[in-house]
Structures are given as C-alpha cells and as structure tokens.
C-alpha cells in the first residue's frame, strides 16, 4: 500500500489517474497526477464540467489518448480506500449485467457521505487482548480486579472498552502496567455498538434443524447456495444463529444477514445482538443516520463489525473476511431496487457468493418461484429447458417452540356471508369470542387510507388522481384523497365535480374504515391500527409492538407491514379481508405474492401456547390457492405454479428484461419503443446463427397504470429461455438507446429480471 509521495514514485512512474464518476455515462475519466499520493481504490476530487466531483481511483496508468491540453489534474485525495477488489469485482458484474453505468453502480453503492467532498469521519474504539500467554506471573495474588481481567481477555479473545470497564470501573488503571510490560497489546478499531448482555437461552436443536445445521457447517469452504424452506415459526432464526456461532468462531471471519425491511423486525436484531454477543455487528438500513451509516459501513468495511445485518443495499458492503451469507424471507420483493440500477439482492447474493466462495443460505416459508426452481431443478417436469437441481434444499416441517401448533386456515364465503361493515358475521364472533377470552386478533387488509374509492351514485364518477391513470385513495381522517403511486394529494369534493350530485360514497374498505368499524362493534376493545400512515415517526412501531407484547391492545389491524416476523403469543386470531382482486390479476406473480403473504400473516397466529386460527373472506373459496394454503402446503401449490409458468413460458422457465420508457407525450415513447424493438428484432434475426437462443422481442404496450405522475408509459419485452442470449441481445441494445436520437426526449431505463411492468 502507498503511504508517501515518494513511495508512489518510485513504484510507479504512473502520472494518469482513471476514475469512474457519478454521472450517467458508461465511462472512465483521466485526470493527470499533480504528484498527490493516490492508490487505486482512493477517493479523489476532480473536476468535470466545471463542477467537483468525488471519483473512485480505477487505475494508475502511464498514458493517456486525452490530449494533453485537455487533461485536467486531480485536486485531492482522501486517505480512505473505500474498495477491496473483490466489491470492485462484484459491482464490475452487476454494472455488466444490469446494464447500468459502472461510476454510477461503484458511487451509489457508498454511504452519501463517501460521495461528498469531505474526509470521512468515524469514531474509533480500543480493543484490548492478551499477548502474551503467561500474564499470572506477573498478577500479585490480591490483585484480584486484574486476574478478573486477564480471565476476561482470555474468555473473549478481544475485548473492547466496554466490555472490560464491565468487568471493573478502575481497569484503565489497573490493565496499564501489563499493556507497559507488554502482556497486553491494543489495536485500534472502527467503534460498533456493544452487544447486548449475553441470552443464556439456547434451546437443544430438533432433528430438522439439526439436519440443517449440520449439512451446511459440513460445506463451508466453497459456494453452494441453500434453500432453508421452513414454515413460520419453524426455527430458521435459530439455524442462522448456530451457523454464525460455527463460521465466527473463525478470528477474523464475518457474516451478512440480509432481511427485507429491518426496521419492522426491531426483534429479530436484539435477538442476534443477545445471542451472539461475543461479535461486533453492525446494521446497515434506511433508517440510519447519515453519519450512522457511514460508521456501520466503514466498520464492516474494516473488518472490525464481525456482523452486518442489512437490507438489499448491504449486498454491496465492502467485507474482506466475508465467510457466510444468509437472506431472511429471500422471496420478499423488497430485495429488489426499483430505482437507479435494478439489481435484485437476491441475485447480487449469489455472485457474491460465488465470486467469494462461500455458501449463502437462503431462507423462507413460502421460496421465491425461482429459488423453487434452482432447488427442485427439471424434478418431475418433463420441460425442454428444464435446469439442474443448483440449490441444496433444507426443509423444517413444524413450528419449532414445544406448545405452538401451526394455525388452523378457513375460508369465509362471502357470497353465502356478505360481510357488513367489511365483516361476515363468522369473523365478527370470533373476534368477540377472542375479547371474551382475554387474546389477541389480528386483522389483515393490504390497504391504507379509508377507502379506495370515492364513488358517485348519480353518475358513476370515480375520484381519479390528477397525475396517474389511477383512483385516489379517500384518507378520511386527514381529509384528503391521495394517490398511493405518486402522492399526489387533492381535498375531498363536497359534491360530484360531474354531476353536481352532494352525495358521495366511499366504496370499499381500507384500513381506516375496518379501524372505525372496529372501534363502532367493540367499542370497550382496543384498537389499534398499523400501516405507513400511523407509524411514520421512527419508533412507533417498536412503541406499538411493546404495547401488542404487553397486552395493552385487543384488535390489531394492519397491512403487510404486520405480516412479516412478528411474533404475539396471545394472538389466536387472523381476519383477513379484501384479498380477491389479487386472485385474478393480470399480473402472473400476484398468486405467488398472495400466497406468501397469506402465509406469513397467518404465521402470526397461535406462536404462543394457544392454538391460531385464520379466517379468510373470500367470494372464491374453492380457488386452489387456498386448497394448498389450507393445507399449509406451499409444496403443491409452488409445483402447480412452476408448471403453469413452464406452459406458458414465463420467469423462472425463461429470462425476461423490460425496456420501460417514459414521456410526458406518448407519441414519443412508442416511436422510440416501436424503432427499439425492430432494432432489437433485427438484431436477433442477423444473428440467428450465433445466438445460442434466439429471444423473443415483443412490441410495445402499456403498462397497468399507464400514466405515472404526468408520466405517459410504455415497455418492451425480450425474452428468452438463455440467460446468455438474452444478454448478448441486450448490451447490443442499449448501445443502440444510447444514441439514438429520441433518448434525450424521454426517459428510459431497462429493467433486468423486472418484477413489475
Ligand atoms: P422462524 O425464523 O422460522 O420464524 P424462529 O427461529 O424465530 O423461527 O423460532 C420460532 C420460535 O421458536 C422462537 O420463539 C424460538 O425461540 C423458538 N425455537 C426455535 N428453535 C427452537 C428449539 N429447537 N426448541 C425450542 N424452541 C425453539
Ligand atoms: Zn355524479
Ligand atoms: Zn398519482
């Protein structure tokens, strides 16, 4: 590594510096080299179109073909290296793949502060051990404060700070004459939180867990990705955390836990941080301050946080003894970033993973399509394409804590029953029969606001947003209809703005109006009500969650923020209302998205010693969806689902990449789209004989909400059942946008492996 000028010099005669740049151009940058110290891998300050840009040092070169003249000179260094090589590698991959530009991927991968024109600041903490091996000699025999410490540094390896002045508010003073006669020895690290106080809970393993735990820890040197298919409540956590206690022991070695949302999950970190108190861990989330952030990351990126727990963007965090990885719920959507570069952290994992050479674990109660498919592999499909099993499955058939019993799932005909209030007479005993017992019900509706839509009867109009070719969500008690996919917010018309008509309906139910009905049937019960709107502000949720624990709330109602890893050991009841639309939507992933969710809302019942039960309303109670879910068999019905996509040739049987284009005049974005698809059509017809597939191109069409924010849109599908092909394909096409001559006049993106349209 370089330190000084000189040092840079004589090593190397390289005066040309090459960065990557923030800026939307799939280019590198020369600057010259006024004699700064820079290593590849540096942050450094230049200039580019006379603004001053943070660049990330690729290489140190000799020559360059920009003229002379116009070569600009560096204008700082930071002493911080961001990137090993191997992180430079993986976003090199996911640039390649995805088709974005690499300065972009490298700079948007880093903590905001990194990106500005400043040092990075971060605190740093002292850990101390033990050099050497003898330190009694030196210990007099009263010198009991000192034995307990030497015991300590003994027991742990490493101790920080914190640690030792638990063991005695006077251990600066007393440690210092070993640190002097050199018994022990400190390094300084990037501070990380302490642990908790160690949990001394560890319950003995059931055979299945067992299984798993040893199957992996039995494979770690090399990459093999697994697929921890256990249902809710089934102890995957608890295989998580004997995998980390194994791979940490390690001295240096480091884990990364992803997890969708991590902020709805407070438990789940507290658990890791108790259980595995021994180890530094870090988060990395949305909800971090910016300094936080930068911290957590330069702490992992450092090697001192042994743990990172994270969500997607934590896939990118520079981790040099990284040794495991594991992805909680790995078939949650959340894992893939529908801005900026579209990578899915799942996909980024399994690089990663590969490029490392270590095994990632996957994990879920209701797999991802994909993930079924890599596990199952052409089993009993019989389908041309049809893949090798690459995934090893895993699989925890019960509820792991003794007395908790997998929930008992009914349906609710609500063309027999029609719900009043949004509630069939079924649910609503039942709920009362829960307020009489003294536990808790949940109910499940996957819509804020008040009511979806405001209706009028004389005429038939609809409150539609001004922006988007979609309804306005009535939010009655802010008094403002609003639009869920711009934010657009109008004030609620006092009377038809078409016929005149003062009468206007709310139509529907969302989680106000079921709040309100709530409150009206059981007005002794309390209520509570969990979705975007009630828990903007940081903690409330972790408040709302305490008060659910501790028995402070009868009703619970909530969208799928309250469906994910919770868990409520006096909850024994599960409405859910409202989910039909999503029976037969026109988008193919809406069953398998349905499915997972009914699943993990239904995990939330009966976790405790007391039996769940989950009571669906629905006007298809013979939909096969629910057969399966009845049966707690997401087995049968991803099966089913597989050999539907396979006939009709969607993801996983083949790829797919969108081309999305964007304008405020329509007219733009289908000539673009139209010249786009007969220049990708072309393309494969030239090629047909070096194509190892030949992928399809679609023509355009519009999607679902066809304008977005004043937004006119429009796409074009390319598939095909070769990953290769299709990549080939698109590198040729996106050279092909880049200079043509509508790309300025409308926005574009293409989406690889796009989940929505
Ligand atoms: P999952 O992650 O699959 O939802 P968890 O690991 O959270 O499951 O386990 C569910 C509950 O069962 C937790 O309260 C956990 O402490 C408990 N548990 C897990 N494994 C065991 C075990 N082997 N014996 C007893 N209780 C267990
Ligand atoms: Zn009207
Ligand atoms: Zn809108």
Same mark, same amino acid.
């Given at each position: 590594m370089c330190s000084t000028v000189t040092d840079l010099q004589a090593a190397t005669p390289a005066s040309i510096v090459r960065v990557v740049l923030d800026v939307p151009l799939d280019r590198q940058f020369d600057y010259l080299n006024p004699g700064l110290p820079i290593c590849v891998g540096n942050r450094v300050v230049v200039p580019f179109a006379g603004r001053q840009l943070v660049g990330i040092v690729m290489a140190l070169l000799s020559e360059t073909d920009v003229p002379a003249h116009k070569l600009k000179a560096v204008l700082q260094v930071f002493d911080d290296l961001p990137f090993d090589a191997a992180t430079l590698k993986l976003l090199r991959f996911c640039a390649d793949y995805y088709h974005?530009?690499?300065?972009?991927? $490298?700079?948007?991968?880093? =903590?905001?502060?990194?990106?500005?024109?400043?040092?990075?600041?971060?605190?740093?903490?002292?850990?101390?051990?033990?050099?050497?091996?003898?330190?009694?000699?030196?210990?007099?025999?009263?010198?009991?404060?000192?034995?307990?410490?030497?015991?300590?540094?003994? !027991?742990?390896?490493?101790?920080?700070?914190?640690?030792?002045?638990? $063991?005695?508010?006077?251990?600066?003073?007393?440690? !210092?004459?070993?640190?002097?006669?050199? &018994?022990?020895? /400190?390094?300084?690290?990037?501070?990380?939180?302490?642990? *908790?106080?160690?949990?001394?809970?560890?319950?003995?393993?059931?055979?299945?867990?067992?299984?798993?735990?040893?199957?992996?820890?039995?494979?770690?040197? /090399?990459?093999?990705?697994?697929? *921890?298919?256990?249902?809710?409540?089934?102890?995957?956590?608890?295989?998580y955390i004997r995998l980390l206690q194994t791979v940490l022991a390690e001295p240096r070695a480091q884990a990364l836990i992803m997890v969708p949302e991590i902020n709805l999950t407070p438990q789940l970190e507290s658990r890791f941080r108790s259980r595995l108190s021994q180890f530094s861990l870090v988060t990395l989330h949305s909800h971090l301050s910016e300094s936080e952030r930068l911290q957590n990351w330069q702490?992992?990126?450092?090697?001192?946080?042994?743990?990172?727990?994270?969500?997607?963007?934590?896939?990118?965090?520079?981790?040099?003894?990284?040794?495991?990885?594991?992805?909680?719920?790995?078939?949650?959507?959340s894992y893939k970033q529908q801005d900026g570069m579209r990578y899915h952290a799942r996909d980024v994992a399994l690089v990663r993973a590969k490029q490392c050479r270590i095994p990632v674990v996957l994990g879920s109660a209701?797999?991802? *399509?994909?993930?079924?498919?890599?596990?199952?592999?052409?089993?009993?499909?019989?389908?041309?394409?049809?893949?090798?099993?690459?995934? /090893?499955?895993?699989?925890?058939?019960? /509820?792991?804590?003794?007395?908790?019993?997998?929930?008992?799932?009914?349906?609710?005909?609500?063309?027999?029953?029609?719900?009043?209030?949004?509630?069939?007479?079924?649910?609503?005993?039942?709920?009362?029969?829960?307020?009489?017992?003294?536990? !808790?019900?949940?109910?499940?509706?996957?819509?804020?606001?008040?009511?979806? $839509?405001?209706?009028?009867?004389?005429?038939?109009?609809?409150?539609?947003?001004?922006?988007?070719?979609?309804?306005?969500?009535?939010?009655?008690?802010?008094?403002v209809l609003r639009c869920h996919h711009c934010g657009d917010e109008q004030p609620i018309p006092v009377q038809c703005p078409s016929c005149g008509n003062p009468d206007l309906r709310p139509v529907g139910q969302a989680t106000q109006r079921v709040e309100e009905s709530m409150q009206q049937l059981f007005p002794q019960a309390r209520v509570a009500r969990v979705d975007r709107d009630t828990i903007q502000a940081k903690d409330a949720l972790t408040e709302l969650l305490s008060a659910v624990h501790a028995g402070q709330i009868d009703i619970l109602i909530g969208t799928q923020m309250l469906a994910k890893g919770h868990d409520f050991a006096n909850l024994t009841l599960v409405g859910v209302l409202d989910i039909d639309s999503a029976l037969y939507s026109p988008d193919y992933r809406a069953s398998e998205r349905l499915f997972a969710q009914l699943m993990q809302v239904a995990g939330r019942a009966g976790r405790g010693d007391k039996p769940g039960e989950v009571l669906i309303q629905t006007a298809f109670p013979q939909h096969a969806l629910f057969a399966a879910l009845r049966e707690q068999n997401y087995a049968a019905f991803a099966d089913d689902l597989l050999q539907e996509?396979?006939?009709?040739?969607?993801?996983?049987?083949?790829?797919?990449?969108?081309?999305?284009?964007?304008?405020?005049?329509?007219?733009?974005?289908?000539?673009?789209?139209?010249?786009?698809?007969?220049?990708?059509?072309? &393309?494969?017809?030239?090629?047909?004989?070096?194509?190892?597939?030949?992928?399809?191109?679609?023509? =355009?069409?519009?999607?679902?909400?066809?304008?977005?924010?004043?937004?006119e849109r429009g796409y074009v599908m390319l598939q095909s059942a070769h990953r290769g092909a299709l990549q080939q394909l698109l590198q040729v096409a996106v050279d092909w946008v880049r200079t043509h001559p509508l790309q300025a006049k409308i926005r574009w993106v293409l989406d690889v492996d796009a989940l929505e349209y």
């Amino acid at each position: 590594m370089c330190s000084t000028v000189t040092d840079l010099q004589a090593a190397t005669p390289a005066s040309i510096v090459r960065v990557v740049l923030d800026v939307p151009l799939d280019r590198q940058f020369d600057y010259l080299n006024p004699g700064l110290p820079i290593c590849v891998g540096n942050r450094v300050v230049v200039p580019f179109a006379g603004r001053q840009l943070v660049g990330i040092v690729m290489a140190l070169l000799s020559e360059t073909d920009v003229p002379a003249h116009k070569l600009k000179a560096v204008l700082q260094v930071f002493d911080d290296l961001p990137f090993d090589a191997a992180t430079l590698k993986l976003l090199r991959f996911c640039a390649d793949y995805y088709h974005y530009p690499f300065g972009q991927t $490298v700079l948007a991968s880093l =903590p905001l502060r990194l990106r500005q024109i400043k040092p990075a600041v971060t605190r740093k903490m002292w850990l101390y051990q033990l050099a050497k091996t003898t330190p009694e000699d030196f210990i007099g025999k009263r010198q009991q404060v000192l034995a307990r410490l030497v015991a300590s540094l003994r !027991q742990h390896g490493e101790c920080s700070e914190a640690m030792l002045s638990e $063991v005695s508010a006077t251990w600066r003073k007393a440690i !210092q004459p070993l640190l002097d006669d050199g &018994y022990v020895s /400190r390094r300084e690290v990037i501070a990380t939180r302490p642990s *908790l106080p160690a949990s001394d809970l560890e319950p003995t393993l059931n055979d299945e867990q067992a299984q798993a735990v040893k199957a992996i820890l039995g494979d770690v040197d /090399r990459f093999q990705p697994w697929l *921890l298919f256990g249902v809710t409540g089934s102890g995957k956590t608890e295989v998580y955390i004997r995998l980390l206690q194994t791979v940490l022991a390690e001295p240096r070695a480091q884990a990364l836990i992803m997890v969708p949302e991590i902020n709805l999950t407070p438990q789940l970190e507290s658990r890791f941080r108790s259980r595995l108190s021994q180890f530094s861990l870090v988060t990395l989330h949305s909800h971090l301050s910016e300094s936080e952030r930068l911290q957590n990351w330069q702490a992992a990126q450092s090697g001192a946080a042994r743990i990172v727990i994270g969500t997607r963007l934590s896939v990118f965090t520079p981790m040099p003894h990284l040794k495991l990885m594991i992805l909680d719920e790995e078939h949650d959507t959340s894992y893939k970033q529908q801005d900026g570069m579209r990578y899915h952290a799942r996909d980024v994992a399994l690089v990663r993973a590969k490029q490392c050479r270590i095994p990632v674990v996957l994990g879920s109660a209701t797999p991802s *399509l994909e993930s079924w498919y890599n596990a199952m592999g052409d089993q009993g499909q019989g389908v041309p394409n049809a893949r090798k099993a690459s995934y /090893r499955l895993l699989t925890l058939t019960k /509820r792991a804590a003794a007395q908790a019993k997998l929930p008992r799932i009914f349906c609710i005909d609500t063309t027999h029953s029609p719900p009043e209030a949004g509630l069939t007479p079924q649910l609503k005993q039942a709920i009362e029969l829960r307020l009489q017992r003294g536990e !808790q019900s949940l109910l499940f509706i996957n819509r804020r606001g008040y009511a979806p $839509v405001l209706h009028c009867s004389a005429c038939q109009w609809l409150a539609d947003c001004r922006r988007c070719s979609a309804k306005a969500v009535l939010h009655l008690r802010q008094r403002v209809l609003r639009c869920h996919h711009c934010g657009d917010e109008q004030p609620i018309p006092v009377q038809c703005p078409s016929c005149g008509n003062p009468d206007l309906r709310p139509v529907g139910q969302a989680t106000q109006r079921v709040e309100e009905s709530m409150q009206q049937l059981f007005p002794q019960a309390r209520v509570a009500r969990v979705d975007r709107d009630t828990i903007q502000a940081k903690d409330a949720l972790t408040e709302l969650l305490s008060a659910v624990h501790a028995g402070q709330i009868d009703i619970l109602i909530g969208t799928q923020m309250l469906a994910k890893g919770h868990d409520f050991a006096n909850l024994t009841l599960v409405g859910v209302l409202d989910i039909d639309s999503a029976l037969y939507s026109p988008d193919y992933r809406a069953s398998e998205r349905l499915f997972a969710q009914l699943m993990q809302v239904a995990g939330r019942a009966g976790r405790g010693d007391k039996p769940g039960e989950v009571l669906i309303q629905t006007a298809f109670p013979q939909h096969a969806l629910f057969a399966a879910l009845r049966e707690q068999n997401y087995a049968a019905f991803a099966d089913d689902l597989l050999q539907e996509r396979m006939a009709m040739q969607f993801p996983p049987a083949t790829y797919i990449a969108v081309m999305k284009a964007e304008a405020a005049d329509y007219s733009l974005v289908n000539q673009f789209l139209t010249d786009f698809s007969q220049a990708a059509r072309d &393309y494969v017809t030239e090629q047909a004989a070096t194509l190892p597939d030949q992928p399809l191109v679609y023509d =355009p069409v519009r999607p679902g909400i066809a304008r977005l924010n004043r937004m006119e849109r429009g796409y074009v599908m390319l598939q095909s059942a070769h990953r290769g092909a299709l990549q080939q394909l698109l590198q040729v096409a996106v050279d092909w946008v880049r200079t043509h001559p509508l790309q300025a006049k409308i926005r574009w993106v293409l989406d690889v492996d796009a989940l929505e349209y």
